[in-house]
């Protein structure tokens, strides 16, 4: 396994890759690693969906009650008959 040292990244891209990091709560490393494999075809072929993370553990108690009972309906089965 080899030791990559890049050069010439301006601030505002390395704010960017912190802010990212920190959002997934990976190392730089591993982000800029995943980053350049996928680039060469040679990452993990699994997709990563974080669209919603952010509302991720928002929901209140009610809002969960809501939702239940708003789908309620939906997850009964009607007997055939």
């Known amino acids: 396994m080899c030791t990559l040292t ?3 990244c301006d601030d505002s891209l390395m704010d960017a ?4 990091s920190s959002n997934r709560d ?11 494999e996928a680039r ?3 990452g993990k072929k699994t997709r990563r969906h974080s669209e919603l993370d952010a ?8 809002n969960a009650a809501e939702f239940d009972t708003t789908l309620s309906d939906s997850r009964t089965v009607n007997p055939e008959g």
């Open 6 to 8: 890049i050069r010439g």
């Open 17 to 20: 890759i912190r802010r990212e």
């Open 26 to 36: 990976e190392s730089i490393n591993k982000l800029v690693l995943e980053a350049i």
């Open 40 to 42: 060469y075809g040679m």
């Open 55 to 62: 509302l991720a553990g928002t929901w209140s108690e009610e």
